[in-house]
């Protein structure tokens, strides 16, 4: 059952973060739904503009619409990860999404606050809220690249003001992390101080932690053993989803783990069996260990077990 992205974020404020995941094809859907029903966990489908492009987007949402009607059980919201504006407005348009993100954070902040604004508008008008972001985040996505060196953190007092000017429904927040496999140079650091200044000055405001995946080193030495070569890679610390639940981060963002556990799966089984040929085989295993680590993840986010709960704060 799709619901809206503010229903999932008043059932878990202060309590635990629901995940939300990146998707691009059937398989990774399969791997979300089944982790998220072994959990009991509700969860936000993120399409980014990328997934969007990979096969065609009216096959995503197909897939997704069927992988609700494949699982009746879950519940989830439809979030596009990262919008320009004119993407916000074909997904707000759809009829689809109950949620969209406008990602303006490389402007200036007034400009930011404009882009935001205007997007906020256009999706109230159709019960769509809106994520917006403030600050910049370091590492890729997608087509976005910071530097090192021009990531910034959050401004709590900007926050408050951006969020008022914008009304959007909940804010991004830069507090360290950043996207991709290579987060952190030497010690792991999540700016907890910035989410607390920005609960303090905005209580009951739900915030998203970007760039949250945890890149297992176990994951990435398997790879590399495999023959990839993803060195020096560095993630988020899990034990500091819940934390950081606690201050109000309601949406916890993970793609690249995702990511790492595709490869690692298809290079260990085209490299333990060279003569094959089916791609069957490892989408299967694949499927199976996603979902694995979605209930995992849900577990260490406090999404797990919350399911029946939701359903019933629902009168569903
Ligand atoms: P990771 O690269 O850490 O998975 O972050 C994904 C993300 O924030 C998508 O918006």
Redesign the pocket.
């Known amino acids: 059952m799709i619901v809206t992205t503010a229903q999932l974020f008043k059932h878990a404020y202060g309590k635990y973060a629901v995940g939300a995941y990146?998707i691009n094809n059937a398989e990774q859907a399969m791997g979300l739904f089944r982790g998220a029903i072994e959990s009991q966990a509700p969860f936000i489908i993120?399409i980014?503009k990328g997934a969007r492009a990979y096969t065609d987007k009216r096959m995503l949402e197909a897939i997704i619409r069927s992988a609700g009607d494949i699982f009746p059980e879950a519940i989830f919201a439809v979030h596009l990860?990262?919008g320009d504006e004119q993407t916000c407005y074909e997904c707000i348009d759809s009829g689809f999404f109950s949620s969209v993100m406008i990602d303006a954070s490389h402007d200036p902040f007034d400009k930011n606050v404009e882009i935001s604004k205007r997007v906020v508008d256009r999706a109230h008008a159709k019960g769509i809220s809106v994520e917006a972001e403030l600050g910049m985040l370091g590492?890729v996505?997608e087509d976005i690249k910071v530097e090192d060196g021009h990531a910034t953190l959050t401004n709590p007092a900007e926050a408050q003001e951006f969020v008022k000017r914008t009304g959007c429904d909940s804010l991004a927040c830069a507090i360290g992390?950043s996207?991709?496999a290579f987060?952190f140079k030497g010690k792991q650091s999540l700016h907890f101080d910035v989410l607390e200044k920005i609960k303090h000055l905005m209580p009951g405001y739900p915030l998203v932690m970007?760039?949250?995946?945890s890149v297992p080193q176990d994951e990435v030495a398997r790879i590399n053993a495999a023959g990839g070569t993803i060195a020096g890679s560095m993630?988020?610390d899990v034990n500091e989803y819940l934390p950081a639940a606690k201050l109000g981060v309601t949406k916890i963002?993970?793609?690249?783990?995702g990511r790492l556990v595709w490869t690692r799966v298809h290079r260990e089984f085209f490299r333990d069996k060279p003569s094959e040929f089916d791609f069957r085989p490892p989408g299967k295993i694949f499927i199976a260990e996603y979902a694995k680590f979605i209930a995992s993840r849900n577990k260490l986010l406090g999404s797990a077990g919350q399911l029946a709960d939701l359903r019933a704060s629902l009168g569903k």
């Open positions: 990146n993120q980014s990860d990262h590492g996505e992390t996207h991709g987060k970007h760039g949250s995946s993630g988020v963002n993970i793609d690249t783990d």
